[in-house]
């Protein structure tokens, strides 16, 4: 029988074994009237337990190992945080464990006090080789359990992300509109060219854009030229204008462009090309400039959604891809799937991370609302958990079932998802 540690700390925590007539291993009577509460930083795995052994009652922490000896392999014998355990759990009793004074730690073994379905049920879901583990019995669990393990997920998502932010914020010294500006080219990019657009956004401060708020030509110049696209001969008067103005606007704020060949356009569909994600983003910065002030102001959904529509995109860009290839009528404005994006990884991210970075809990409640507001994504990883019979009505469901395959699935810590918990217990 192979499992690991994490198994019998699953199986003490939620008393998964035979409760009748406890003994030690030595024969001694014993009780557990409190099995205490589960560790996850360094000491004794389960803290402020409370047991009876032999009618006399013991409060402190209990710890779990696959053998006894497993006590000496950790070391536990030279480290003081282990002086108080009062109770030794164990798969296998293989050698009695000493305390520093002689006396013999009481043990006690899980072994031959696990039902068999336990056992079952945990390598049905750790040895699956489907897309995720619980992928055949999901849909026999109550929607209740699911939901509610995925808005726990959801908040434990945003506040890893937030971690991201703050650690740039921190960068820009404490500077929440350069850092939303950051933020936002780099979701611009739409993953392919998120690294490109995020060192673009690093070597054009946002504070140069403010110095030409109705200069339009010049603000695309300053986007296209430091994106390394106008280090070429044009045939069109547009292109030919940026490089003149781009070719001034160099020198005099003595900035570099990053290299071309970072940006990604093949197995691209045209509208994705980066040269037309740069042409809207410079509208956006076009049509708000300092942005993050405006999420922070509109409460409404729909307002929000406007701040990315109808954005004010050169008509050059109504007929060309690239500079030098002109086509047929070219969609420039965003379609509704990539506003939504934007909305849901950093418009919303940035409401829940400024809400916590300032302990004004109503921004991260508008975080919350505003992705169940947007619609479910729709990509390969969520098609699959839709596939098993979960249901996904918006982007909060979805933004947590990313969450769920990344944190959870991936790894097969079953043992520490409300979902798989609920499919181990089940009889």
């Given at each position: ?26 024969g001694k ?6 099995c ?9 795995d ?14 402190g ?8 000896s ?41 072994q ?56 740039r ?18 979701n ?20 140069l ?13 300053l986007?296209?030229?430091?994106a ?8 069109d ?24 060949s ?24 076009v ?26 995109v ?36 940035f ?32 098609s ?30 079953c043992l ?8 181990l217990?089940?009889?």
């Amino acid at each position: 029988m192979h499992f690991p540690e994490e198994f019998l700390h699953f199986v003490w925590q939620f008393r998964l074994y035979d409760t009748l007539e406890l003994q030690t291993v030595d024969g001694k009577p014993l009780k557990v009237l409190n099995c205490g509460f589960l560790n996850t930083h360094g000491g004794p795995d389960f803290t402020n337990a409370k047991i009876v052994i032999d009618e006399t009652t013991w409060v402190g922490q209990v710890e779990v190992h696959l053998k006894s000896s497993d006590w000496h392999v950790h070391q536990h014998q030279k480290d003081n945080a282990y002086e108080n355990v009062v109770l030794h759990v164990v798969w296998n009793y293989d050698v009695d464990i000493k305390r520093r004074d002689g006396t013999i730690l009481p043990t006690f073994s899980l072994q031959g006090k696990i039902s068999e379905h336990l056992f079952e049920n945990y390598q049905s879901l750790i040895v699956s080789t489907n897309a995720f583990p619980c992928e055949q019995q999901i849909k026999e669990m109550d929607s209740f359990v699911i939901n509610s393990f995925l808005s726990r997920i959801l908040v434990e998502r945003l506040e890893q992300k937030s971690k991201e932010v703050f650690e740039r914020l921190e960068q820009l010294n404490g500077n929440w509109d350069e850092t939303f500006y950051h933020f936002m080219a780099k979701n611009f990019g739409f993953k392919v060219n998120a690294l490109p657009m995020q060192l673009l956004a690093q070597s054009l401060p946002q504070q140069l854009f403010a110095k030409h708020k109705d200069q339009v030509l010049q603000i695309e110049a300053l986007i296209f030229g430091q994106a390394g696209f106008l280090n070429q001969g044009f045939e069109d008067d547009y292109p030919n204008r940026l490089k003149t103005e781009y070719a001034f606007l160099k020198k005099k704020y003595t900035v570099t462009p990053i290299d071309i060949s970072l940006w990604k356009f093949l197995r691209m569909r045209p509208q994705n090309f980066p040269t037309l994600r740069l042409a809207q983003f410079a509208a956006l910065i076009v049509k708000s400039n300092h942005l993050f002030s405006k999420v922070l102001e509109v409460k409404d959904v729909k307002e929000l959604h406007l701040l990315f529509d109808e954005l004010p995109v050169n008509d050059f860009w109504l007929s060309h891809y690239h500079f030098n290839k002109e086509t047929e009528k070219v969609s420039v404005q965003l379609g509704k799937a990539s506003i939504d994006n934007l909305l849901i990884n950093t418009v919303s991210l940035f409401l829940f991370a400024y809400g916590k970075y300032t302990g004004q809990a109503n921004f991260q409640t508008r975080a919350l609302y505003l992705l169940e507001s947007v619609a479910a994504e729709n990509n390969a990883i969520i098609s699959q958990y839709l596939d098993a019979g979960v249901i996904a009505e918006n982007a909060c469901q979805t933004q947590a079932l990313l969450q769920l395959r990344k944190t959870y699935c991936n790894d097969k810590r079953c043992l520490n998802c409300g979902i798989g918990l609920k499919i181990l217990k089940r009889g």
